[in-house]
């Protein structure tokens, strides 16, 4: 039976044994994988019966590793990408020595477990190759790179259905250097594109493709396409895109695989373009819309041919994701991990509520107009701003109340002063505010920290 830090959590025994509860919420159970950093457990929701896998961390090791902002990033990204064909994060969580990701549970194991004895036949070579291209335009379409895909990190669910998972190595926008590329060289050595390995800027996106087509070779082939002992000459390979096809793939196959292993990527085949492709297209008799032509709307996504193939994605139109972190550290003085995940948020009023994010807009509009203040409120954004009609010590007082997801069905509201006087903005928050917000407030900042942390599964 696993040890692990027991916080807040019940010890129930069943058939002679004790069954280990993480947090109040989750059922540890057995290992299902390790790697240098982490180790996967399988996990059960004990209020649901649901299943998990859950991720768990050391933090010593995340601090002595330099990984902080590696596990900071794939906590963003894995949050942004809500798609039916990438593993799902449902929460994360932290004690003080411990970090734990806790993800939707894949029953079907790794696709590589399919193809280690040959390669697959064309109809489910093309099914896994579909929902991968699928949860890659998704990922691109919120500018998202993997950065390491590989049959490794490509799950199957219980219905055989293809599953994205390990984003430690993706990347966002912001990390492009002032020449709009990417600079950094990772992921595996036999999947990565030729422009990686040239240290001279990259374009994520188009690398996660060369990516996707080295999978399709392997799907179909049952082998590496680019393989050699000596690193050097495996390189050299993937510079100059040398690989032979074996007899049995077929023609309209082959052509596709040519289009995505071209060097140049300025050259190499879109998104758009595989979706148009004649043997990614066998089967089908509808048009496919490309992620970026999904539009969000107040019931999800407006529906295309994917939802046939791969059921509704479902997205809903959700507050902006609160790290999880930078959340523990403001709304708890005694868990503080600032030290370890970037620098400390700026301080501001905050309090966390259960109610919808309409209904926390609805509210701080009401009140802040019974308050004299000019009102804006944007909903695509979740944020309200107001403006004091008076002139105080140092001017018009200029607030904004912004929310933001942090678990499931709890939101944080933080207000933060953006013009006057330092002491009219706290009496504007302390005396004014928080009275008229008490319906819909679960916890002020400081307040009933063993509740925040019985919610979002954190404690000191």
């Known amino acids: 039976m696993m040890e692990i830090e027991q ?108 193809i280690k004895k040959g390669g697959l036949k064309e109809d489910l070579a093309r099914k896994y190759f579909r929902q991968l291209i699928f949860a890659v335009d998704y990922c691109h379409s919120r500018g998202v790179s993997h950065r390491d895909l590989k049959p490794e990190n490509l799950l199957l669910d219980d219905k055989e259905d293809l599953k994205v998972s390990d984003f430690g190595f993706s990347a966002l926008p912001e990390q492009n250097w002032n020449d709009g590329l990417l ?41 590496l396409p680019f393989r050699n002992e000596n690193a050097m000459k495996l390189y050299v390979k993937i510079l100059k895109a040398e690989y032979e096809f074996p007899p049995w793939i077929s023609k309209d196959a082959r052509r596709l695989i040519s289009s995505l292993l071209v060097v140049d990527p300025e050259k190499r085949i879109t998104i758009p373009e595989i979706m148009r492709n004649t ?22 996504v407006k529906s295309g041919d994917q939802d046939e193939l791969l059921g509704n994605i479902g997205l809903k139109h959700s507050p ?20 370890l995940f970037e620098t400390k948020r700026r301080r501001a009023s905050m309090f966390t509520s259960k109610s919808p994010a309409s209904t926390i807009l609805a509210t701080l509009k009401s009140v802040a107009k019974k308050l004299n203040f000019r009102v804006a409120v944007s909903e695509t954004e979740f ?34 002063k953006c013009s006057g006087d330092t002491l009219e903005y706290t009496k504007f928050c302390e005396e004014d505010v928080r009275p008229a917000l008490k319906d819909i407030v679960w916890s002020w900042q400081g307040e009933n920290v063993d509740c925040l942390e019985d919610q979002i599964g954190t404690s000191n």
């Open 383 to 416: 944020k309200v701003k107001m403006l004091g009609k008076e002139e105080g010590r140092k001017g018009k007082l200029a607030v904004t109340a912004e929310v933001f997801e942090v678990a499931s069905e709890l939101v944080v509201v933080e207000f933060s």
């Open 7 to 114: 916080v807040g959590p019940q010890d129930c025994h069943m058939n002679g044994g004790v069954r280990k509860i993480l947090l109040g919420k989750y059922e540890m159970g057995r290992l299902l994988g390790q790697g240098k950093f982490a180790k996967v457990y399988r996990g059960k929701n004990v209020v649901t019966q649901e299943d998990v896998a859950i991720k768990v961390m050391h933090k010593e090791q995340v601090k002595k590793t330099g990984l902080m902002e590696q596990i900071k990033r794939e906590v963003s990204v894995m949050h942004l990408v809500k798609h039916p064909n990438i593993v799902e994060l449902k929460e994360v969580m932290a004690t003080k020595s411990k970090v734990f990701f806790v993800m939707e549970y894949v029953k079907g194991g790794e696709l590589f477990a399919k």
């Open 320 to 339: 902006p994701f609160y790290n999880a972190f930078d959340f523990i550290s403001s709304m708890s003085s005694g868990f503080d991990l600032s030290s």
């Open 279 to 300: 043997w990614f297209r066998e089967g089908l008799t509808q048009s496919i819309p490309s992620a970026s032509d999904l539009e969000d709307t107040e019931n999800g």
């Open 183 to 223: 600079h950094t060289q990772c992921g595996t050595p036999a999947y990565v594109a030729p422009e990686v390995l040239r240290k001279k800027g990259y374009d994520g996106a188009k690398a996660d493709i060369w990516s996707c087509g080295v999978i399709l070779f392997v799907l179909l082939s049952g082998y």
